[in-house]
């Protein structure tokens, strides 16, 4: 079953706005991860955030993690048209640390 | 090689058949994963491989799945006796820590 799911699924915005996406998660972790993807193929790592952390920044891409509330939030600042793919969030399990288990995704479009 | 490489990027099979997909990961990395994802949908994890371990294999859905890897390097995800809602494309990915690089996938139609 999914650990994390991904809110919105979908969301439209015009090159220049800023981008949330919002990743909830069901059981305690040891760190978050966020991917994208492209064409529905292969994912790439774009940042991981431990669960002693609470915000990590990485370019225009910042990311929050609430343990309390089991949410994370990845926030692209003035997107551009090439930011258009899939997001998904990644939890491994704190009692299994080994496994990582991928949430829905959020399909982002950015026009021009 | 550079990256993670799966084969064949298409399979097309008819209902019934066996197939094979192959997985090389990065080199020096003890971590090996198969998911798999429809159309539109997330990621299911499948089965794990870290080093000489036993895999983690409770993200298979049926008996007719079942991967090796050999040598703790490459990894062959076998489906037996394959059906249509196995089209799906197959993700592999490995990793040395926690970050996970992906290959491209392995298309997978079954008619």
């Known amino acids: 079953s999914q650990q994390g799911e991904e809110d919105p699924q979908a969301l439209s915005i015009q090159e220049g706005e800023n981008a949330t996406m919002n990743c909830s998660y069901k059981?305690?972790?040891?760190?978050l991860q966020w991917y994208r993807q492209n064409s529905g193929r292969g994912l790439v790592h774009l940042i991981l955030?431990?669960?002693?952390?609470r915000e990590k920044h990485s370019g225009r891409l910042r990311v929050t993690l609430d343990t309390s509330k089991k949410s994370s939030s990845l926030l692209i600042t003035a997107s551009r048209a090439a930011d258009t793919a899939s997001y998904f969030c990644a939890t491994d399990l704190s009692y299994n640390t080994d496994k990582l288990i991928f949430g829905t995704g959020t399909r982002l479009q950015v026009f021009p | 090689g550079a990256g993670v490489s799966q084969s064949p990027s298409n399979k097309v099979t008819e209902k019934g058949k066996d197939v094979e997909l192959r997985c090389d990961p990065i080199?020096?990395?003890?971590?090996l994963y198969w998911y798999r994802q429809s159309l539109g949908q997330g990621l299911e994890f499948l089965i794990y491989?870290?080093?000489?371990?036993?895999?983690?294999k409770s993200g298979l859905p049926s008996d007719r799945f079942s991967a090796e890897r050999t040598g703790g390097s490459v990894s062959t995800l076998t489906i037996q006796r394959t059906q249509q809602e196995d089209s799906a494309v197959y993700l592999c990915a490995s990793s040395l820590n926690e970050k996970l690089f992906f290959g491209s996938g392995t298309q997978l139609s079954v008619l």
């Open positions: 059981t305690s972790i040891n760190n």
């Open positions: 955030i431990r669960s002693n952390e």
């Open positions: 080199s020096g990395h003890t971590a």
């Open positions: 491989f870290q080093g000489n371990s036993a895999p983690d």
